[in-house]
């Protein structure tokens, strides 16, 4: 790819309005199960082939040890913010929930709903910190980009309730 003439803000303001972007702006990121399944040194090999996917990939020093997140964690049993509780059945790869809070419908008048003051869904959010993260990237010229974790209402729903109940419960009232 040749060399851009206008800065990565300017080419993703571009794509979002439709006005012919230099190249089309993405994100790519490598899930850490794949350690499970691919060699560390292919996989940086891989990524330092692909700058383009990979712009600011630096090799690691020594042995990559992936760090999983709560909810992606094998064998452990995660409850998130909702009461929802997880589980995985391989490292890096997010499970599925196991348990419901409002399995039944008893259990709604008890039912405490996390404070989005404090909670993303999903682990805990400090405001003040993303709102320092979103100005730095407009300092850097950056686009300003922020969003819902990936399951938010419907699939939320789904999550608290149980599928099957909440479908009977959407069309029966």
Known sequence: MSASKINYRQNYLRTV???TPEFIPMLYVINDACYHVYQQDWIFDMMESHPFLF?????PQGYYTPSYL???RKDHLYTDDFGCIWKTVMDGIV????KHPLANLDDLD????????KFMGIGPINWLEEKERLEQLKKRGQPVIAGLRH???FLQLCDIRGYEDLLVDMISD
Do not use: C, K, L, Q
Not at 55 to 59: A, H, K, L, N, S
Not at 95 to 98: E, H, P, S
Not at 110 to 117: E, L, T
């Open 95 to 98: 499970g599925v929930v196991v």
């Open 55 to 59: 712009p600011d990939f630096v090799r």
């Open 70 to 72: 709560p909810y992606s």
């Open 110 to 117: 008890n039912y405490v709903f996390p404070d989005p003051a």
């Open 17 to 19: 309005h439709f006005e």
């Open 151 to 153: 399951g938010h209402t």
